[in-house]
């Protein structure tokens, strides 16, 4: 039995899970996610115990722990679905596990300190939407994957837990300013320094709304199929208020250079549609992002660290180990 490209399906009813199977038994459950079959499907009415909607898809609740990603165009037309697998646990204790390595493991658990361009470079603010007149607080100078290992004990984003690394990341000289970024993806987190291109009070970001109020992160989706649309700055969440306070934190310190540096963590894998989106879309091999922490301090918009990520196979090699 097959099924119609153009039937009308409602994501998340039982004839939406049928053409889904049908779908998967066609090819043999292998490489459905690159099956390209145009399917409509009314995303207004699927908004079930199913279902989780976002702007460019649904993610649908599968047995056995697993979930489906759809991807659909402005139409709300097919345009692709990725299996993949939803841990129901919560990705806190892993992702964002607080650590009690000394400085030398701190190095050495740091996968690579990889130069850039093999899987990181400077991302093209200038030509987003909505950040062409942004001003550019910080330029990237080192980048590297490191595994979240669960143990007690501080976290290595908090102030002093990480000199070392920081060190190995560029971070040397006292009369600089520089900002670490922890991006927290389940078992690794990429771990960005940048520097301060001007002097500013670091003092300012530790204010009670920067977290809650002004600082967003942003994705754009340079060439990756299926990518979410680029969001404008003023119409995205707060950090804090997205992911969650105790999924998030900026904090200050002092560089093993006796450099100040301000520190950015942000768990990702917090919120479980996010979660989806990396395993699913995202982390693909061959494809390109660009990842944003922005402040919009009311009419104005400042780029506080920027990035784009090439997704080699050694990347997701290193993620996943």
Same mark, same amino acid.
């Given at each position: $039995?097959a099924f119609d490209d153009s039937e009308e399906l409602v994501v998340g009813t039982p004839a939406y899970f049928q053409a889904v199977d049908l779908k998967a038994k066609s090819t043999g459950g292998q490489g459905a996610s690159r099956q390209r079959r145009r399917l409509s499907v009314d995303v207004r009415a699927a908004r079930s115990r199913h279902t989780t909607v976002d702007g460019n898809g649904a993610f649908l609740n599968l047995k056995g722990g697993r979930a489906r990603y759809i991807t659909l165009d402005d139409q709300g037309t097919f ?7 939803? #841990? +129901?646990? +919560? /990705?806190? &204790? ?10 030398? #493991? ?11 361009? *093999? ?18 607080? /910080?330029?990237?100078?080192? %980048?590297?994957?490191?595994?979240? @290992? ?10 002093? =837990?990480?000199? *070392? ?5 560029? $971070?040397?000289?006292?009369? @600089? ?9 389940? &078992? ?6 940048? *520097? ?15 977290? /809650? ?10 060439? $990756? ?9 003023? #119409?995205?969440?707060?950090?804090? =208020? ?47 992002? *660009? ?6 301090? %009311?009419?104005?918009? &400042?780029?506080?660290? =920027?990035?784009?990520?090439?997704? /080699? ?7 996943? &180990?």
């Amino acid at each position: $039995m097959a099924f119609d490209d153009s039937e009308e399906l409602v994501v998340g009813t039982p004839a939406y899970f049928q053409a889904v199977d049908l779908k998967a038994k066609s090819t043999g459950g292998q490489g459905a996610s690159r099956q390209r079959r145009r399917l409509s499907v009314d995303v207004r009415a699927a908004r079930s115990r199913h279902t989780t909607v976002d702007g460019n898809g649904a993610f649908l609740n599968l047995k056995g722990g697993r979930a489906r990603y759809i991807t659909l165009d402005d139409q709300g037309t097919f345009l692709e679905d990725s299996l993949v697998k939803h #841990d +129901s646990q +919560s /990705t806190r &204790a892993s992702a964002a596990g607080d650590s009690d390595f000394s400085d030398d #493991d701190l190095v050495s658990s740091c996968s690579d300190m990889s130069p850039r361009d *093999e899987w990181w470079c400077d991302a093209d603010t200038r030509a987003l939407k909505g950040l062409g007149e942004a001003s550019q607080l /910080t330029r990237l100078i080192g %980048g590297c994957v490191f595994p979240n @290992k669960p143990s007690r004990g501080r976290s290595p984003w908090e102030p002093g =837990a990480s000199p *070392e690394l920081y060190e190995e990341l560029g $971070m040397r000289d006292a009369r @600089k300013q520089y900002l670490a970024v922890w991006m927290n993806l389940g &078992a690794s987190s990429l771990v960005f320094a940048l *520097e301060f291109v001007n002097d500013v009070n670091l003092e300012l970001f530790l204010a009670e709304d920067f977290l /809650t109020r002004r600082l967003k992160f942003l994705t754009n989706s340079v060439s $990756m199929p299926g990518g979410p649309p680029w969001k404008l700055p003023k #119409d995205a969440e707060a950090v804090g =208020a997205f992911f969650g306070k105790s999924s998030t934190s900026c904090a200050r310190g002092v560089a093993k250079s006796g450099a100040s540096y301000l520190c950015a963590q942000v768990d990702v894998f917090s919120k479980w549609w996010v979660k989806m989106l990396f395993q699913g879309v995202a982390l693909r091999s061959g494809n390109v992002m *660009e990842v944003l922490l922005v402040d919009q301090d %009311g009419p104005g918009v &400042a780029v506080l660290a =920027a990035c784009r990520l090439k997704v /080699t196979e050694e990347l997701l090699q290193m993620l996943s &180990a």
